[in-house]
């Protein structure tokens, strides 16, 4: 193989800012193995629906009309606010391309966070500038607003991942206002289904700047159908459009999203975003009779964040026992943290028993 004299070509032709990149280190990357997949914030449930492959062999539509006003309906917003992309990392992706300058622009982010919105702006030359949350992970507003002159992107994750946290209503107002004719505040919501009426959707008819990111993955269970959405001003969405994929939406899977989002589909999202929720009650209440774990952070989300003893001999067990769960200790204020998404009743009850087991045999012996 001449994979050697690939090696020395590419290494001549790679851009230096590339050099730099590491892939995103997704869940699924880590562990493909496993039987319990508590890792991924992916909803336990796996739901049916129907192809209908008479138009395969064509080219589907850029932003299906089914799909547009299916969701416009459900975010009670008009069809022109909304964007459909391959997941809401296509979204957080389209912004950065179509507002921000490689080389020159910024984008701002307020960790711990969603990893993608810095990975996406490295991927472009785009510079990250960092606010950490507060204490109690609390918006930062006054230190965006004080330090941050000229962003492009400032990106709000609400409920946060992986802190399960609000954001304050008036601290976005704040920012909003504070960015008005400057830079766009984009709020990403992919768990707002488990956050109860907390959506800032009603903020777009006053603030223009305001930008709401939206997905199938968690409430909806299709995280393996890749579609999400962006709400904002049309002015907002004519300009994504413009650097979006000609393609961006399969035509299965504009027609799964379609179902998802019929009068049956959102009755299904409701039953089980409840099924979850009661889980997230049983859960919380039988971690907190742990002593050795501690929940941080908020819960409204479809997972819990907590502190954990001897962090890295609980998580080496629990892969070892294909029990996956998500160590988030590499990010700042969170060390010795572990997130661990909702499952169905069996996977919670097998968690639980494997951590009891840990703390009260395994983990003993071993230190
Ligand atoms: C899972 C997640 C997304 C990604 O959504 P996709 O539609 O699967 O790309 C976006 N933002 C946050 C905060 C997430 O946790």
């Known amino acids: ?103 020159k622009d910024s984008i701002v982010i307020c960790p711990p966070t969603y990893g993608m919105y810095a990975i996406s702006a490295e991927t472009f030359n785009v510079s990250v500038e960092k606010v950490p949350l507060l204490g109690g992970f609390a918006l930062d507003a006054d230190s965006i607003i004080e330090r941050c002159e000229s962003p492009k992107l400032i990106f709000v994750c609400a409920p946060n991942n992986p802190t399960g946290t609000l954001v304050e209503r008036e601290k976005l107002i704040q920012l909003l206002k504070a960015y008005t004719n400057k830079a766009l505040v984009v709020v990403d919501e992919a768990y707002i289904e488990f956050a109860g009426e907390t959506s800032v959707v009603s903020l777009l008819a006053d603030y223009p700047n305001l930008v709401i990111l939206r997905t199938l993955s968690k409430g909806f269970a299709l995280a393996g159908l890749r579609c999400g959405f962006t709400l904002a001003a049309p002015a907002i969405i004519e300009t994504m459009l413009k650097v979006i994929a000609p393609y961006p939406i399969a035509e299965p899977v504009a027609q799964v999203a379609a179902q998802a989002l019929s009068q049956a589909g959102l009755e299904k999202l409701s039953e089980q975003v409840d099924y979850l929720q009661a889980q997230k009650q049983i859960l919380v209440e039988r971690i907190s009779a742990i002593p050795q774990l501690s929940i941080i952070g908020g819960l409204h989300a479809n997972f819990v964040l907590v502190c954990a003893h001897n962090k890295q001999g609980l998580m080496d067990y629990l892969v070892s026992e294909g029990m996956l769960i998500r160590d988030q200790s590499k990010q700042q204020q969170l060390d010795n943290c572990l997130r661990i998404s909702i499952g169905n009743e069996q996977q919670n009850d097998r968690l639980l028993a494997l951590i009891v087991q840990f703390y009260d045999n395994v983990g003993v012996l071993a230190s």
């Open 1 to 103: 193989m001449s994979n050697e004299r690939a090696k020395t070509l590419v290494n001549s032709l790679t851009s230096s800012f590339v050099k730099t990149l590491k892939p995103y280190e997704s869940a699924r990357r880590l562990h493909s193995g496993g039987q319990d997949w508590l890792n991924a914030n992916e909803s336990p449930f796996s739901n049916n629906y129907q192809l209908d492959d008479s138009t395969f062999n064509r080219y589907p539509s850029c932003q299906p009309d089914a799909v547009i006003q299916g969701y416009a309906y459900y975010a009670d917003v008009s069809k022109e606010q909304v964007l459909v992309s391959r997941g809401a990392d296509e979204g957080i992706e389209c912004l950065i391309r179509a507002f921000c300058e490689p080389g």
